[in-house]
């Protein structure tokens, strides 16, 4: 064989589902030419730390698990300055950047669909040195996903984040930040705010906005004001649900390039994955960086 692939899974993802596909996973890759080098992740950072060690040693990395695995090894090929490409096998509890692109959700399905080896160059965010793969956010529920049981993940599914969700209900803090972007500048208080290269977020839909191009090389900014009322958060809640730009509590716009400035350290979050805490950040996307081994039609 002449092709060499690196094959990292997490274990425990999505209930561990990955683990009764493997064999025949491997197999799949064998009959199209790659010899397999397969790594279960033992921790956090493991992802990373292999992506980071083989990428410029194989000719495709497959990662399958969250969108946290998917985070990790996407930054430690960044990290690399490597063009290996990618594939994904969804794993996880919500998979947010495999439902925005389409990918098979049955893992044999998604392996296949990666050995028809058909690029497609999807935009990447850099968060100060960090690198990110489809949100960068801050406020409200952040902290959900990265705080959320593993075991709770997988014996309840998305409802874990919606359980884990509420207890912040009644704990809204607000953040006085002051944006600068190539289009625009504000200042104001926020009680939430992502950046995005997905149709999902959380498992939820149209979150972002309709009509999300991954590869246009500019981000969906939303930012959510604090709300002075039951009334203005049922507005909040609509206006997001529906993707329809229909408040000023809601500002939402597109932009390659970001800086936020706040008086305090804001905690953040990276795809699903703890950011760290930060009173000012850059966020550029990288337009087309990620080269995914995807064959589909409807993200065109």
């Not at 999902?200 to 999300?212: E, H, I, P, Q, R």
Request: include cysteine; aromatic fraction near 10%.
């Amino acid at each position: 064989m002449g092709k060499r692939l690196l094959f990292i899974f997490n274990p425990k993802a999505g209930k561990g589902k990955i683990k009764t596909h493997l064999l025949n996973i491997i197999d799949i890759f064998n009959k199209n030419g790659y010899e397999v080098i397969a790594h279960a992740t033992q921790a956090s950072r493991d992802a990373y730390e292999k992506a980071l060690q083989y990428a410029d040693q194989v000719d495709l990395i497959v990662c399958s698990g969250g969108d946290g695995t998917l985070d990790e090894v996407v930054t430690g090929i960044m990290e690399k300055g490597s063009d290996v490409p990618v594939g994904y096998i969804p794993a996880g509890s919500t998979n947010d950047f495999a439902n925005s692109l389409f990918m098979p959700k049955q893992p044999i399905k998604a392996a296949l669909n990666i050995m028809q080896e058909e690029l497609y160059n999807c935009d990447i965010g850099r968060f100060n040195r960090q690198t990110f793969a489809y949100v960068a956010a801050f406020g409200l529920f952040t902290d959900v996903s990265y705080q959320t049981d593993q075991n709770l993940k997988n014996i309840l599914g998305h409802a874990a984040y919606l359980l884990e969700g509420v207890k912040r209900l009644f704990d809204i803090k607000s953040y006085h930040i002051r944006l600068k972007t190539d289009e625009l500048v504000d200042e104001d208080d926020y009680i939430y705010g992502m950046v995005t290269n997905s149709r999902s977020v959380g498992g939820f839909k149209n979150l972002t906005g309709k009509n999300v191009d991954m590869n246009d090389g500019l981000f969906e900014v939303t930012l959510v004001k604090m709300p002075k009322n039951p009334l203005e958060l049922q507005e909040i809640i609509s206006a997001m649900t529906s993707a329809v730009d229909n408040t000023d509590l809601v500002h939402s716009f597109k932009s390659g390039y970001l800086e936020i400035d706040c008086d305090e350290e804001i905690p953040w979050t990276l795809d699903g994955e703890y950011g760290g805490e930060h009173r000012h950040v850059e966020i550029e996307n990288r337009h087309k960086a990620l080269h995914l081994y995807l064959k589909s039609t409807k993200y065109d």
